[in-house]
Nanobody, 122 residues
Framework: VQLQACGGGLVQPGGALTLSCGVSGDTLRRYNMGWFRQAPGKEREFVTGIAWSGTWTPYADSVKGRFIISRDFDKNAVYLQMNSLKPEDTAVYYC????????????????WGQGTQVTVSS
């Protein structure tokens, strides 16, 4: 399974950005999907995820109400819509795929995309 994340960039505080994660090599339907981020000097942290069943979509408290995860089976892709962006959202964002395990735990994920940089600054 290969993951390709894209859509990052520079955005002003209060702005919006949508990240995409294309999945190849297998169908998205088999996988739990997660978005993580890593800011300079900090550990990688969970942002949001979606269970393969679609019935569970946890969010980190820091993004709850601002970010939305979605998926498109026809395009075999997962998306992260980010609204009301803050400077503290600046990080490299990674998508990841898992067949099992806790959505919030990065150790559950066997497959990772290369990351896309999001910078929130005026």
């Amino acid at each position: 399974v290969q993951l390709q994340a894209c859509g990052g960039g520079l955005v002003q505080p209060g702005g919006a950005l949508t990240l995409s994660c294309g999945v190849s090599g297998d169908t998205l339907r088999r996988y739990n999907m997660g978005w993580f981020r890593q800011a300079p000097g900090k550990e990688r942290e969970f942002v949001t995820g979606i269970a393969w069943s679609g019935t569970w979509t946890p969010y980190a408290d820091s993004v709850k109400g601002r970010f939305i995860i979605s998926r498109d089976f026809d395009k075999n892709a997962v998306y992260l819509q980010m609204n009301s962006l803050k400077p503290e959202d600046t990080a490299v964002y990674y998508c990841a795929a898992s067949r099992a395990g806790r959505l919030q735990d990065p150790r559950s994920y066997a497959y990772w995309g290369q990351g896309t940089q999001v910078t929130v600054s005026s």
